[in-house]
């Protein structure tokens, strides 16, 4: 089993930053990807961002230029640097770990853009 806690969570109003972090742990082997993903209210949860094991990412267009996510193999942590934030940008995010057959989610963190 693995486990995924999240943290960095809160309110910021906009064009303010955030950095959400997530730490794993378990049975997590050498070759894993780790993501965040998000559900605002009303839609579908969808990818915000995605980085591999040799630190491939990919983004989903709306966060292109303004989110950068990282890991620390090490720790087992995987980090989404949030900038320039709009309100669009609220939601719930949640982190991700896949490795082999296996899928795990973290429990999910707030993060609301409002003036």
């Known amino acids: 089993q693995v486990q995924l806690v999240e943290s960095g969570g809160g309110l910021v109003q906009p064009g303010g930053s955030l950095r959400l972090s997530c730490a794993a742990s378990g049975s997590i082997f050498s070759i894993y990807t780790m993501g965040w993903y998000r559900q605002a209210p009303g839609k579908q949860r969808e990818l915000v961002a995605v980085i591999s094991s040799g630190g491939r990412t990919n983004y989903a267009e709306p966060v292109k230029g303004r989110f950068t996510i990282s890991r620390d193999n090490a720790k087992i942590t995987v980090y989404l640097r949030m900038n320039s934030l709009k309100p669009e940008d609220t939601a719930v995010y949640y982190c991700?770990?896949?490795?082999?057959?296996?899928?795990?989610w973290g429990q999910g963190t707030q993060v609301t853009v409002s003036s």
């Open positions: 991700n770990l896949a490795q082999g057959l296996q899928t795990y």
